[in-house]
T-cell receptor
Framework: AQSVTQLDSQVPVFEEAPVELRCNYS??????LFWYVQYPNQGLQLLLK??????LVKGINGFEAEFNKSQTSFHLRKPSVHISDTAEYFC?????????????FGSGTRLQVQP | ETGVTQTPRHLVMGMTNKKSLKCEQH?????MYWYKQSAKKPLELMFV???????ENNSVPSRFSPECPNSSHLFLHLHTLQPEDSALYLC???????????????FGPGTRLTVL
């Protein structure tokens, strides 16, 4: 069965430091990849997505992610975080070869930015 | 995001009650989704509607009954729920064109459901 693994449930980091949130997915021929952010008491907001083309994807709020097919990873990065980046981040994968039109989500990583 | 609204934001119900969750999108989209977000578990897709037709039911128990009267509205009717159904229920919408699940899904703020 397809799965999405976010290796860290919580990532504490100091303000202005770089951060990487990790995401690995089970191997598949064809995938679309997404990162969503959820601020407290809000729904999910799309940060960025990879459908095809360049493996380095830039999103909103200074985030970027790199698709690595050989390692089946789609890690999220930001070179300098702000207090306002404190939120929960979800990686999601659409497995195109299953016939299901459903996103599979990881369990989330809580990013805690400290002053 | 103000494009997708959900009511109520909080709901407490007993196991014998019948209640409904409402979702409305103001984005002109044609696809709508219900997700369940439980503590410590990944977000789970429940239902997908595309142009008012249900296109996916992710093995959801029959005590959850969706309804999509038009492309702008989506309901989730609840009856005889169990305490383990307590969760945040999120609604989302997208353009819903053919093969377009990969387009952006816009989420509402969710309804926090507690089943006593």
């Amino acid at each position: 069965a397809q799965s999405v693994t976010q290796l860290d449930s919580q990532v504490p980091v100091f303000e202005e430091a770089p951060v990487e949130l990790r995401c690995n997915y089970s191997s598949s021929v064809s995938v679309y990849l997404f990162w969503y952010v959820q601020y407290p008491n809000q729904g999910l907001q799309l940060l960025l997505k990879y459908l095809s083309g360049s493996t380095l994807v830039k999103g909103i709020n200074g985030f970027e992610a790199e698709f690595n097919k050989s390692q089946t990873s789609f890690h999220l990065r930001k070179p300098s975080v702000h207090i306002s980046d404190t939120a929960e981040y979800f990686c999601a994968v659409l497995y195109m070869d299953t016939g299901r039109r459903a996103l599979t989500f990881g369990s989330g990583t809580r990013l805690q930015v400290q002053p | 995001e103000t494009g997708v609204t959900q009511t109520p934001r909080h709901l407490v119900m007993g196991m014998t009650n019948k209640k409904s969750l409402k979702c409305e999108q103001h984005l002109g989209h044609n696809a709508m989704y219900w997700y369940k977000q439980s503590a410590k578990k990944p977000l789970e897709l429940m239902f997908v509607y595309n142009f008012k037709e249900q296109t996916e039911n992710n093995s959801v128990p029959s005590r959850f009954s969706p309804e999509c009267p038009n492309s702008s509205h989506l309901f989730l009717h609840l009856h005889t729920l169990q305490p383990e159904d307590s969760a945040l229920y999120l609604c989302a919408s997208s353009h819903g064109l053919a093969g377009a699940l990969a387009d952006t899904q816009y989420f509402g703020p969710g309804t926090r459901l507690t089943v006593l």
